[in-house]
């Protein structure tokens, strides 16, 4: 499964470039990849749930792209403006070198909500480069068809659900679906290209250079001024601000949601059947994106996600599975149908493609504790939580009570069946502790007694039934025998001391079992069956996950080395995806929050224990 570039055209014609080859921008409604190609080959407009306009990673031929590139054979380098998402895909030729800026204005919700902007400004900075540019939109997925009308310097793509103008200063072509063009620029001459959402009877908007450079000056102030309020200046700086700005960019302005990634079905194994969709509000990923923001001094996306919760009465459900759901869509809403896209191929061939996601309905009560924690840490490190929010708190907890001791999905959404798995029982622990430490150093009113009496037998059973004195270690599931490196999380969530014997023998055996490099594979699937077929890569929120446990141990040499290895893994723009592969591919949505909160809690508790 080698990841490499000039492999794939030989064993696919070229259509598709590593997950990793991609860099990301966005305008916090949705988000665009760009190949280091100069295509976006993925887009989905006007939010990150829609359907995908440009879609060719996930089908070169059905897809639909937005190409633009040089004409004459060249190398490509691409990177970040300092401290941005602005995203510069560079083009050395032999006769000159240009480059694409890639970026979305962020709008103002008040004046322009439904406006959405797609620039790309295209400069040639040294000598001479002829370019070329295809844009051919695909929409709903590939499915609708559209027309497309051409007048001088715009087209409009024309489409049931949705209505997209591309404004350009360069000369365009069109065959009624698709529009081309080519052009020379020489040193110091650049065109522009905008690609606009519409709604009936707003004529398209023009687009020139001027406009374009202002738009461009204003999005690198709007990334910079964010970025200031950071208050993390350790020794991994660059990295954990760039996971910083990718978390941001996957929020969701209008409602603060947080998605756990904008792609879907990215394989986890190329050519297999690992495929979801992660363009939803997961509990847990948001609740963990809450304390990582927190930890870098960011509050106002905190507060967002907590309004997000508190508006559409989240905390307030009353489903069959509990008061919670494990996902929820960016608006809040809890029916996310989970169906296949026969027509599209996936990714190298990897299908199904995915739309909607099924887990929506299992139990999973891990998610909890990742919950309560961070309104624990909001309400300490934050705004202090309403009586409002502690009232449903509160019943959220007494619900836990009566609840936690049944077998779930677990964190890992295996398909297999429910267990009785240890790491939901910690997290159930986790829920009860922290709502009691609120409750203790607010004064909160409080069934105390009965929540102490929850959490002290979470804790015995855990303790007799979560241990295996065969392994000597903590293992995955009850009276069970397999480690899962889910429960790397039990000095991080202060279930156990990281300095405790128990604790310590288990993070040999799960560096014995589950740890390649500085790899963590999340568990054995032929030792514990999850209701899918084939292997995975490593989890690299696992990876992470180690270095802290390492840390927190004391074993601060064998950390910083397994963090430095991890940072390796990144592609060229700091960005990870969900898992790596056996020789160092990204595999699975990408980039993915998981990944990147996980990167910055390591990256400060490492940093703070080497002093």
């Known amino acids: 499964m080698a990841f490499d570039t000039t492999g794939f055209e030989q064993a696919d014609g070229g259509r598709y470039i590593p997950i990793s080859d991609h860099g990301l921008i966005g305008d916090l409604r949705t988000t665009a990849l760009v190949g280091t190609n100069g295509t976006i080959d993925w887009y989905c407009c006007p939010r990150f749930d829609a359907p995908s306009v440009f879609g060719s990673i996930l089908d070169a031929d059905r897809g639909g792209s937005f190409e633009l590139a040089a004409e004459v054979p060249t190398r490509t380098r691409q990177f970040y403006f300092p401290d941005t998402n602005v995203l510069i895909t560079r083009f050395f030729a032999a006769d000159g070198v240009a480059e694409i800026q890639d970026f979305m204005p962020v709008v103002d919700e008040s004046r322009e909500a439904d406006r959405h902007r797609l620039i790309r400004r295209v400069l040639c900075v040294r000598g001479t480069l002829p370019f070329r540019a295809r844009i051919a939109p695909r929409f709903g997925y590939g499915a609708e068809a559209h027309t497309t009308h051409l007048e001088g310097h715009t087209a409009v793509f024309r489409s049931p659900s949705l209505t997209l103008a591309l404004t350009a200063t360069a000369p365009l072509e069109s065959d009624g679906l698709d529009v081309w063009s080519h052009f020379k620029l020489l040193e110091g001459e650049s065109h522009v290209f905008a690609l606009d959402q519409i709604g009936d009877g707003v004529p398209p908007r023009s687009c020139p250079r001027a406009e374009a450079q202002e738009q461009a000056e204003a999005t690198v102030r709007f990334w910079r001024h964010w970025l200031a309020g950071s208050q993390y200046h350790g020794r991994w700086r660059e990295m954990v601000h760039r996971s910083a700005l990718l978390l941001k960019l996957l929020t969701y302005a209008p409602t603060g949601a947080i998605v756990a990634a904008p792609t879907t079905s990215l394989p986890e194994q190329i050519g297999?059947?690992?495929?979801?969709?992660?363009?939803?509000?997961?509990?847990?990923?948001?609740?963990?994106?809450?304390?990582?923001?927190?930890?870098?001094?960011?509050?106002?996306?905190?507060?967002?996600?907590?309004?997000?919760?508190?508006?559409?009465?989240?905390?307030?459900?009353?489903?069959?599975?509990?008061?919670?759901?494990?996902?929820?869509?960016?608006?809040?809403?809890?029916?996310?149908?989970?169906?296949?896209?026969?027509?599209?191929?996936?990714?190298?061939?990897?299908?199904?493609?995915?739309?909607?996601?099924?887990?929506?309905?299992?139990l999973q009560l891990d998610i909890y504790g990742a919950l309560i924690d961070s309104i624990y840490l909001y309400d300490k490190w934050g705004q202090p939580i309403s009586s409002d929010r502690w009232d449903e708190v509160g019943a959220v907890v007494d619900w836990l009570c009566e609840h936690w001791d049944q077998p779930d999905e677990g964190v890992w959404e295996t398909r297999g069946g429910r267990r009785n798995f240890v790491y939901s029982r910690v997290m159930c622990w986790v829920a009860l502790e922290r709502a009691m430490r609120m409750a203790n150093r607010r004064g909160l009113p409080a069934d105390l007694p009965r929540w102490r009496e929850s959490r002290d037998a979470i804790y015995r059973q855990i303790m007799r039934r979560g241990w295996s004195a065969e392994r000597g270690a903590f293992v995955q599931g009850l009276d069970d025998h397999v480690l899962d490196a889910s429960l790397l999380m039990m000095p991080m969530a202060k279930f156990v001391s990281p300095t405790d014997p128990k604790w310590l023998s288990t993070l040999d055996a799960l560096t014995t079992d589950l740890v390649s490099d500085s790899l963590v594979y999340r568990y054995d699937p032929t030792a514990s069956p999850d209701g899918l077929h084939g292997p995975e890569g490593t989890f690299s929120i696992c990876s992470f996950w180690y270095v802290e446990a390492l840390a927190r141990a004391g074993r601060l040499e064998e950390a910083r080395l397994a963090f430095e290895k991890m940072l390796t893994y990144a592609n060229h723009l700091g960005l990870f995806a969900e898992e790596i592969g056996p020789t160092g591919e990204q595999l699975g949505n990408f980039p993915q929050a998981f990944t990147h909160l996980s990167l910055i809690s390591a990256a400060f508790n490492l940093d703070r224990a080497l002093g």
């Open 272 to 362: 297999g059947e690992r495929n979801w969709d992660y363009r939803y509000v997961w509990v847990r990923d948001a609740a963990f994106c809450v304390y990582a923001m927190l930890r870098l001094g960011f509050t106002s996306e905190a507060e967002a996600f907590m309004g997000f919760l508190s508006e559409r009465g989240i905390l307030r459900g009353t489903g069959d599975g509990g008061p919670l759901q494990i996902m929820y869509g960016i608006d809040g809403r809890t029916d996310l149908p989970e169906y296949e896209l026969g027509h599209l191929e996936g990714y190298l061939g990897s299908a199904p493609v995915r739309v909607g996601n099924a887990a929506t309905g299992q």
